[in-house]
């Protein structure tokens, strides 16, 4: 079946500086979501990527997804403390949703 | 709206006991979904739903059942609990269409013991 991974599984950083996880799906995607939960929450979903190079921005995020369309990226630039959680990508197939296992970033103040 | 709603909250079972995790959720959707999440990990589906009166397994069904009668509800039947149910439980439901965006309801926390 499908399967998505993540990588890393945690980020540490100093606040200020860019965090990036990556998305990487063992078959081809018709699209991906990415999610942010906080500590104790839930899933929130941010953004949807549909198309092949697929580019989308969101204040001090920005969402790639490949042009195979078998991978994605969440970059954060100049991370904040209001950054913390851990961020899922997931995809659909049909219905049946797969998620990854996320990367959980910390930022020191 | 309401959105996606979870009851109970919090649960203890002992081992063998069962018992069904309800969701409703208010927005119309067609799609439900039930994942399961262990402590530091991501979510693992387990049933989910196209629409009333069809569900399909997810990756970890066993131990599992569900039903979906109406559109609203997606209630999920724990039969004879064992320690490695314990977990986070999380009811979502997406609408049709070009968007995938799941709305997530608030979580029951299991512990089987």
């Known amino acids: 079946g499908q399967q998505v991974m993540q990588i890393p599984q945690y980020q540490h950083v100093q606040e200020g500086e860019d965090f990036t996880t990556y998305c990487n799906s063992s078959t081809t995607l018709s699209n991906i979501q990415w999610y942010k939960q906080r500590p104790g929450g839930h899933p929130v979903f941010l953004i949807q990527l549909v198309k092949s190079g697929e580019v989308k921005k969101q204040k001090r995020l920005t969402f790639q997804f490949g042009e195979a369309k078998k991978n994605s990226s969440l970059h954060i630039t100049a991370t904040q403390t209001t950054d913390v959680g851990t961020y899922f990508c997931?995809?659909?197939?049909?219905?049946?949703?797969?998620f990854g296992d996320g990367t959980t970033l910390t930022v020191k103040p | 709206n309401a959105g996606v709603t979870q009851t109970p909250k919090f649960r203890i079972l002992k081992i063998g006991q069962s018992m069904t995790l309800q969701c409703t959720q208010d927005?119309?959707?067609?799609?439900m979904y039930w994942y399961r999440q262990d402590p530091g990990m991501g979510l693992k589906l387990i049933y989910y739903?196209?629409?009333?009166?069809?569900?399909d397994k997810g990756e970890v069904p066993n131990g599992y059942n569900v039903s979906r009668s109406t559109t609203e509800d997606f209630p999920l039947r724990l039969e004879l609990a064992a320690p490695s149910q314990t977990s986070v439980y999380f009811c979502a439901s997406r609408g049709q269409g070009a968007t995938y965006e799941q709305y997530f309801g608030p979580g029951t926390r299991l512990t089987v013991t």
């Open positions: 997931a995809g659909d197939n049909a219905g049946k949703s797969t």
């Open positions: 927005m119309n959707h067609n799609y």
């Open positions: 739903s196209v629409g009333a009166g069809i569900t």
